[in-house]
């Protein structure tokens, strides 16, 4: 069974941190890559950050560029999101879900075939 355990949200300062963790379970973790997705109150989820798990490679939305670090430790079958310099926007529930492995490393809902329960971030201005 595939699960995706995501964890570390919490209330944080405007300029604050937060690291998130996404546990991944029941698939060959090296043939996918894993997205972090997050959803506002009344707006569209939109995609954050993805990390394609055997090579490393990276995509970010422009709105987290330089402020977020997505990263994985492949021992532990578990993706991270370093989340720097938070603003009052970035408050979300923030999810992580995971696909095979695509030809272009994108943040397109499409592309992930499993999704984890989600984890609130919410960032106090």
């Known amino acids: 069974e595939v699960q995706l355990q995501a964890s570390g949200g919490g209330l944080v300062q405007a300029g604050g941190s937060l690291r998130l963790s996404c546990a991944a379970s029941g698939f060959t973790f090296d043939d996918y890559a894993i997205g972090w997705f997050r959803q506002a109150p009344g707006k569209e989820r939109e995609g954050v950050a993805c990390i394609s798990i055997s090579d490393g490679s990276t995509y970010y939305a422009d709105s987290v560029e330089g402020r977020f670090t997505i990263s994985s430790d492949n021992a532990k079958n578990t993706v991270y999101l370093q989340m720097n310099s938070l603003k009052p926007e970035d408050t979300a529930v923030y999810y992580c879900?995971?696909?095979?492995?695509?030809?272009?490393?994108?943040?397109?809902?499409?592309?992930?075939?499993?999704w984890g329960q989600g984890t609130e971030v919410t960032v106090s201005s």
């Open positions: 879900a995971a696909g095979p492995k695509p030809l272009l490393l994108r943040l397109w809902v499409v592309l992930y075939n499993y």
